[in-house]
DNA sequence: CGCTATTCGTTGAAAATGTCAATGGTTAAG
DNA sequence: CTTAACCATTGACATTTTCAACGAATAGCG
């Protein structure tokens, strides 16, 4: 079994390159391995990101329209019809016309759902774990208390 | 002229969401909405962050190939070549064979190249000096330090 | 009440991006 | 010298993004 070497290896002389110190640059790095990193965890639960990342919704406490899930997701209408569609097949999640307004559609979440929302939270904490592995704890809440800041 | 509106006004309820604990999430947004507003700003000199990228590197002090442009952008090797067509038909950069491995192509920049990355340099610090807007100065470097260490 | 404008979810198309296999030219290993 | 490996390139294909248009439903206003 061979370890997935690191892409950047023998590069180390780029450490100090100018871009290194964009944070454009930086977060868009970061951004990719870590996902990439949580979507091959995921996979053994046939789920991306971005499912999770409605599911998660979907379990929480707010009652919220796709609407919403695309203002907060920042993905297209489309896009969440089409993540809503397979999450939806899977029994996982349903949608519910909003009584206050029936042109929305409610998300809410399946016993199954919250089981399978379960199962993939572990994976991706292990995933997380492993991307923020060079960071001390301090530093992990530090980043996250940072990254809420810039994303919100 | 309209200001434009923050994706997620009206939301604030989810901001207490599990979701929102997520490095993963977090990372994913800030990166998104960062390199959004890049792309935006260097879109007046018909560049995106990925050009811009690579024309920062080749700008360096290192001589590199396209395979370690592929590998330290951690992107396919092809889709160096289609950045590099773009560039290169701006005359912003020349493909130089290596003379010590005439397979690998070093890239240089021509002076309107360095001319280029000098505006466009610019015009990416006034992008990140907005998206990071609501961190104090020491947040900003501390972000930095700390993206720098999960991305490599 | 009616009429118009707006919003929601949905569909479909087009563009951008990502992924992967195959190629010719070149080098490395034996 | 032969074989294997590597590089840039091409082309095909999948995924993701972006956008315009539509029917159903609501909101605003006369």
């Known amino acids: 079994m061979t370890m997935p070497t690191d892409p950047s290896a023998g590069l180390e ?6 871009l290194t110190t964009e944070p454009v640059f930086l977060m868009a790095r970061a951004a990719s391995t870590g996902s990439s990193a949580a979507n091959r965890k995921l996979a053994q639960l046939e789920l991306k990101v971005r499912h999770y990342s409605v599911l998660a919704l979907a379990c929480g406490e707010e009652q919220l329209t796709q ?3 695309s203002q907060f997701l920042v993905l297209d209408p489309s896009q969440i019809v089409a993540i809503l569609d397979d999450l939806e097949r899977r029994g996982a999640v349903e949608r519910r016309t909003d009584p206050r307004d029936r042109r929305s559609k409610i998300i809410a979440p399946t016993a199954a759902g919250r089981k399978l929302y ?3 939270r572990v994976l991706v904490e292990d995933s997380t774990a492993e991307s923020l592995s060079p960071l001390s704890p301090a530093e992990r809440e530090e980043l996250s208390r940072l990254l809420k800041k810039v994303a919100f």
Do not use: F, G, V
Request: glycine residues 0%; charged residues 40%; without cysteine.
């Open 13 to 18: 002389r780029l450490l100090e390159a100018e």
């Open 118 to 120: 379960a199962q993939a």
């Open 67 to 69: 609407r919403e899930l």
